[in-house]
């Protein structure tokens, strides 16, 4: 019995390390950029984006593991998106009622989770081919992934370009957030070019190149010594 | 006797990267005797500034690239790239803009793509547009001509201004203004006609009556006849994109002299002769065929008269140059030459 849960952490295990880092949707299947490079243009507007997408996967994850035997191989895209799309529409209404700025703010970019392939290519290769404990996790932690690079990148372009970070937190977290902003000195000139498209697309490169370099330096081999055969003939 | 066998072609090019960046460099030469006679001592702040930054920009990225430092910083491209970017700056910037620009240009415009030969962009082109995008309000206050202001910085007084923000006597704002394009622009967009704002006083003083803009504008020229003389750059250049500027200007002025400023105007204003003989002619990033050479300018210069008219922005020559480097590879490839015993 112990077997089979310790086999069963190992591969949540294995399926968080996927979602977070190997296979990360935003950086490396490089899928769901058009809603990533949007709305980062400040961190709070990467956290709201980024829930709700996770909320978005999650639904769809679970109601495509439970219906996955009995959906045709043929029509199965259709049904995911209508799924999908079911789910976009109650996050998006719920987004309306609950967070009314934030909706404004992200305005189009939430009924476009719809078109979000992060979500279609999760329901596809993941959910309709595994159990329903396993999709969950993985729509936890590739939805975790996923909004922690909307966070860092909106961070990122809204300390150059705006010279704050955490602005209008109280747009998530209520009254208790309104001074959670942070400052950069008067003396700090903005760089436009970071809330505008293109510094969407530089810091996005950046990070993505962070990443294999970490990559890189973790699969460079430690010092091992071959040894070698020296033949000497008299 | 030893016979060496080579094969054709024997012509012999006696020209290194190094030596047509120091022409290129020495070419700028009456430009920045006039820039500084006319604007004063700012610009060679900032060229020193952005000197500064190229060498340490270069050094870190070349080793953070693993290549050689030395013959890579000396084949002065950097040098050429921040250059022709100091002159686009107004001379009387804070630092920050022209450091923030020229490393743009270089990490961006050049490392990142691989270096010197790789670059798709032309680097400082791409330093300008960034700086353009990100301190809109920087960029668009010119020091005014010393004429004009009645009054011009010494010295120490640029040098104090533009490291620390300092000014002795006066605020920015008596000696920076609107350059020219961009007057002439909102002036026509308030109703005023372009023969009219040509003849407000400012557009009129100068030097045997013609404006300190026109008088930069002829020294690029001077320097750039210097150039096509010793086949630095070629003539294509030049011709394609003046003529073609030359021409839009032409026909939209006379069909509403109202509304469009007469040819002089776009060739002896804004950054007009610099684009045509420093800017458009880099060679990585341009057109390498006879005829994409004079199709790439041409529409570089159908493209400035575009955004300097129905544009946002005063000057359009970064955007149009950056928008025809996109399409060097596609003109390069509709332009091949036909090789020799090839039907057509």
Known sequence: ?234 | MKSIYTSSPFAHNNSSVQKVMLQVQLAAFPALLAHILLFGYGIIIQWFLAVATALLVEYVMLKLRDKPVLPNVTDFSALITVTGLVFCIPPESPWWVIVSGSAFALVFGKHLYGGLGYNPFNPAMLGYAFLLISFPAEMTQWTLPKEIAGYSLSFWESFNHILFGAVAHAPIDSFTGATPLSAVKTGIQEGVSAQQMLQAPYLETGWWNLTAWGWINLAFLAGGAWLIYTRTIRWQYPVGFLGALGLMAWIFHSINPDLYAPVSFHLLFGGTMLAAFFIITDPVSSSTTPLGRLIYAAGIGVLVYVIRNWGAFPDGIAFAVLLLNIAVPLIDRYTQPRVLGHNR
């Open chain 1, 1 to 234: 019995m112990t077997n089979v849960w310790q086999q069963k952490w190992h591969d949540y295990q294995d399926i968080a390390q996927k979602g977070l880092w190997n296979n990360n949707q935003a950086l490396v299947a490089l899928l769901g950029l058009c809603p990533l490079l949007a709305v980062t243009n400040n961190s709070v507007n990467g956290l709201g984006l980024g829930l709700a997408t996770m909320a978005v996967l999650l639904t769809s994850n679970i109601l495509v593991s439970l219906i996955r035997h009995h959906v045709p191989s043929e029509i199965r895209i259709p049904v995911f998106i209508a799924i999908i799309a079911c789910a976009v529409t109650v996050i998006d209404m719920m987004m309306h009622a609950y967070f009314y700025t934030l909706h404004g703010i992200l305005g189009i970019f939430i009924p476009l989770i719809v078109t979000n392939c992060a979500i279609l290519a999760r329901a596809e290769a993941f959910a309709s081919k595994n159990t329903l404990d396993k999709s969950i996790v993985d729509a936890l932690f590739i939805g975790i992934g996923f909004t922690l690079v909307l966070i860092l990148l909106g961070a990122v372009r809204e300390i150059i370009g705006n010279g704050t970070l955490f602005d209008q937190a109280d747009l998530i977290f209520g009254e208790v957030a309104q001074n959670w902003t942070l400052y950069l000195p008067d003396s700090y000139n903005p760089v436009l070019l970071a809330i505008l498209p293109p510094g969407a697309f530089i810091a996005l490169g950046l990070m993505i190149a962070l990443k294999n370099l970490i990559d890189q330096k973790a699969k460079r081999p430690s010092l091992v010594t071959i040894p070698v055969e020296v033949k000497v003939s008299n």
